[in-house]
């Protein structure tokens, strides 16, 4: 197989990304999420993704080193995995361990597979990716899980003056990275990130759902993603202030029923399976875990130690 490579170019390239991904469902973690992650500013840095195409010019695999995140996203052709798959890991090694002290990069990356994908778990411990499934108190693993689009959603007591809506538009941003930031103790999320999700093809106002509080400010959101007959929860949270309110499952519900209403007839989350609060809550909701992800993660250390 000849394969040729270039650097990510600009947000024209993402469509061809996006339809790799969604052309094997079944073989990739990151699907119908990627207009979320494909907008982080990670892509601001051009170099810090890849293509790689056949002969014919058709795109075969790709692979990005998502900063906020710490991972590297991959999408490969099955067919071709056996010739590929090493050489994108390849390139993202290189490329962490290049950016390793700037601020692209990390003293550690982590790739994740599907348990019951041997061969792309074998090219990953070849090259140097140990899985973090039973390594003691860090222990890592994750689960993706399924909920049957129509499967009725129950309707859950909305505190008084609390208000369930769709994100104001881009007047709402900046409340809404506030809030994202809160919720998982990290200043990852940005207005340029933000405003990238709401000006991409894929985004649907609808599905990007708040639960405002009696004061004005964002309590919780849950942002769905649409394709087809399939839907998915990326990202869901909740103020700490507000827990009590259980105003997650509240946003979480509303976003169910409006991916009802659009034609969802398969909803998907992915969720750490350690976070028994994230996991119990999907579990109440429906979701059933239909796979395990494994999570595989090498070291680079620092080149200023």
Known sequence: MIITSRSYQDE???????????????????????????????????????????????????????????????ACCPDAVPALYGELLAWADARACQVVDTPSGHPTWFVMAFADQPDIIREMETAGFACQADVGEDSWSKVFMRRAGELPVKDYHIPPEFTVRSLAG????????????????????????????????????????????PEGNLAAFCICWLHGNRGQVEPLGCHADYRRYALGRIALAEGLRRLQAAGAEQIFVETDNYRNTAMSLYQHMGFQVIRDVWVYRKDYGSAST
Do not use: C
């Open 170 to 213: 881009e007047a709402e941003v900046e409340a809404y990275i506030a809030l994202h930031r809160a919720v998982f103790e990290t200043k990852n999320m940005t207005v340029e990130w933000r405003r990238r999700t709401l000006q991409h093809a894929d985004y649907r106002p609808d599905l990007d759902i708040v639960v405002a509080a």
């Open 12 to 74: 024209a390239d993402q469509p061809l990304m996006i339809a790799l991904a969604r052309q094997y469902p079944a073989e990739h973690l990151r699907v119908l999420d990627l207009p979320y992650r494909l907008s982080s500013w990670a892509l601001d840095e051009p170099q810090n993704a890849r293509l790689w195409f056949d002969a014919g010019g058709e795109l075969v695999g790709w692979a990005v080193l998502q900063t906020p995140w710490w991972t590297i996203d991959i």
